[in-house]
């Protein structure tokens, strides 16, 4: 069914904008002197 598809891939995505703003999260903390 197009409409499990599309929610599964909606899912992936937003997984992967979860990982991203851990990612940029991260990378902020690590570049910014304490």
Avoid at 20 to 28: G, P, T
């Amino acid at each position: 069914n197009d409409g499990a598809t599309i929610l599964e891939s909606m899912d992936v995505d937003n997984q992967i904008a979860k990982l991203m703003v851990e990612l940029s999260r991260i990378m902020r903390l690590v570049m910014e002197p304490p």
